[in-house]
């Protein structure tokens, strides 16, 4: 019978040595506020969108794309990064 306590850390599903690491890494803080910021742009784009504010509505959305985007591709590499060094 497999224990749980024997198996940790848990190697073969995490590359990190405990819950919310990845957060500890600041490396990873751009990407992480990048999505964030993406999250609010949404928010924004969605409520000019609402108003009738067209053009305030399209720079939003491509604005809220971007970051996400941007974001998205910075935690994913800090991550490919992590994992190659082990």
């Known amino acids: 019978m497999n224990q749980p306590d024997r198996d940790f850390p848990d190697e ?3 590359i990190r040595p ?3 690491e990845s957060i500890e890494d600041t ?3 751009p990407g992480l506020i990048l999505i964030g910021v993406g999250l609010a742009l949404l928010g924004i784009t969605l409520t000019a969108a609402g108003y009738g504010f067209g053009g305030w509505a399209v720079i939003g959305g491509v ?3 971007a970051c996400l985007l ?3 591709a ?3 590499a800090e991550h490919r990064r992590v ?3 082990k």
């Open 12 to 14: 073969s599903r995490t």
């Open 74 to 76: 910075l935690v994913v």
């Open 63 to 65: 604005a809220c794309v």
């Open 27 to 29: 490396r990873n803080w």
């Open 18 to 20: 405990h819950a919310g």
């Open 83 to 85: 994992k190659a060094q």
């Open 70 to 72: 941007a974001g998205t």
